[in-house]
């Protein structure tokens, strides 16, 4: 098997002069003709090719192409030459690359994260016969940030690339470097470049991942939460702005849910009347965020809704998705309208200052002052008791409004867990939440689905007096009559998933991990 290559980083006492003079004395070498190559490297918002293990580069040495890199190897694991600027997987052309992006980015957008400029020198090292058996590339490195403003040099690199059948020449030439205190680079190139520029992979997540204090004031870490909460919706709204892709304005609308669930569900550790105008607010934004979220889940959803038609009619439903994108493009220019407003600025602005603040020494607030893990506790107990109450009333002929108050107790109790879970120990508070969103899941199908179903309805009249033909019409409601069904399903699977969830087992487990009466 040929061993991987290996990059090193020259030490201080070293330049990449003097490492080739170094090897001349023991190797027969030649040298390549220096070449200029440019690196820009890409991923999603979220560092989605990262997360599965990825590096995505285009590289320009001369004729571009598109790389996957295996993180752990460095190998260039998928290639194809393009002339476009990544975007979409959808974009590129149809092949194992396409399908490895399209997996890891699901509806995200590729965007580029940093820029590198390298001249490369090649020395290639010769046996007996001038066959080359090992080529060493010498590298000086220069990282800038997208928009020019971050330069910077990169320290050199000198990357050992094996040959096929000369493992032994390779093994060799590592011990000549190595004996030259040149060590193995632990992070990549690319992650040097990041840090140039103050960036890290990873930097941005929508995940929850606080690091509370048991013994914090339930204010303080309120705020904390609501801070990074606000953070989160804040980072998006460029993105969410220039419609870069749906999950920018989805993450903002998320953060914006989640505070508001703080607000009620960590009780009493404000005044009301402090945070009332905040809610107000909060709620405006969700109300002007909803629209154009709309259309993106119709969007997402298309090609799933046109796929379960008959192939005979799937051309049928082409005429909504004009119709979606139409709209969309409406609620878009509404959207950027909300948001460049005064108000919105303000209502941002009044929120993060008011989080600012420093709390008082004396909150009249009754659980101010009390340390978080208690009322952690108390809350996630009592939420959890509400859900095991209201969920055990849902009978086979239950109206759908139980199912979605149920939703909701669920929702909230899943922010609470998500907040406070680096207060209880990993592996049952991570088990405990993954049990709670089965269950969310089924409920969240089932109401999604009758609004779904009744907004389909809706539109296609909105589409009819827009002059849309019968044939579109006929595919939406047999679109419908499938969501319908498949509600019912999710109805029927109600019964069974929540005996799961309600299990004495769980029982047992949610009062060993939050205690109770």
């Not at 990825?54 to 790389?67: A, I």
């Not at 390779?170 to 190595?178: A, D, I, K, N």
């Amino acid at each position: 098997m040929t061993p991987q290559a290996i990059s090193y980083l020259l030490p201080d006492a070293l330049d990449l002069e003097s490492l080739k003079a170094h090897l001349s004395e023991n190797n027969a070498l030649q040298e390549d003709p220096a070449v200029e190559a440019a690196q820009i490297f890409y991923d999603s918002f979220d560092w989605r090719v990262w997360q599965a293990g990825g590096e995505l580069v285009v590289e320009e040495n001369p004729q571009k192409r598109l790389c996957w890199i295996n993180r752990k190897t460095s190998e260039h694991e998928l290639c194809q030459e393009t002339d476009e600027v990544p975007g979409f997987p959808a974009s590129l052309p149809e092949g194992e690359l396409q399908n490895r992006l399209a997996e890891a980015l699901e509806m995200r957008v590729l965007l580029p994260q940093v820029k590198i400029r390298q001249k490369q020198r090649t020395l290639r090292i010769l046996d007996d016969e001038e066959k080359t058996v090992v080529r060493i590339v010498l590298t000086e490195n220069r990282y800038a940030s997208l928009d020019g403003k971050q330069t910077g040099e990169l320290d050199g690199r000198v990357l050992l690339k094996p040959l096929k059948g000369y493992n032994g020449d390779f093994e060799r030439l590592r011990t000549q470097l190595e004996t030259m205190k040149l060590i193995a680079a632990e992070q990549s190139l690319y992650e040097y470049a990041l840090i140039g520029i103050g960036r890290k992979p990873g930097d941005y997540s929508s995940k929850l991942n606080y690091r509370l204090d048991p013994d914090a004031r339930s204010d303080a870490t309120a705020k904390k939460i609501m801070l990074s909460l606000l953070d989160t919706l804040e980072i998006n709204i460029p993105g969410t702005k220039a419609n870069l892709d749906s999950e920018f304005l989805h993450d903002l609308r998320v953060s914006t849910r989640r505070t508001r669930s703080a607000m009620s569900q960590i009780k009493a550790v404000f005044e009301p009347e402090e945070l009332e105008p905040f809610k107000q607010g909060l709620a405006w934004i969700g109300q002007v965020t909803g629209p154009t979220r709309d259309m993106d889940v119709y969007l997402l959803e298309f090609d799933d809704y046109q796929a379960s038609l008959p192939e005979t009619m799937r051309g049928d439903l082409e005429p909504f998705r004009t119709f979606l994108v139409e709209h969309h493009k409406q609620a878009q220019k509404d959207l950027v309208k909300k948001l460049n407003s005064p108000h919105f600025r303000k209502v941002v602005k009044s929120w993060r200052a008011w989080l600012n603040e420093p709390l008082p020494r004396k909150p009249k607030a009754p659980n101010a002052t009390r340390p978080i893990a208690s009322l952690a506790d108390q809350r996630i107990h009592k939420l959890y008791d509400k859900v095991l109450k209201d969920g055990g009333k849902i009978k086979a002929d239950s109206k759908p409004e139980l199912l979605h108050d149920l939703r909701k107790d669920c929702k909230k109790l899943r922010y609470l867990m998500e907040f406070f879970q680096s207060l209880y120990p990993k592996p049952q508070v991570r088990a405990l939440i993954k049990e709670l969103k089965i269950i969310l899941d089924n409920l969240g199908a089932f109401q999604d689905l009758q609004v779904q179903a009744e907004s389909l309805e809706a539109l296609g009249q909105q589409m009819m007096e827009e002059g849309a033909p019968a044939s579109a019409l006929m595919a939406m409601g047999i679109l419908v009559g499938q969501l319908l069904e498949r509600q019912v399903q999710a109805r029927e699977e109600f019964a069974g998933l929540y005996a799961a969830f309600s299990s004495e087992e769980n029982r047992l487990a949610f009062k060993k991990l939050f205690g109770g009466a």
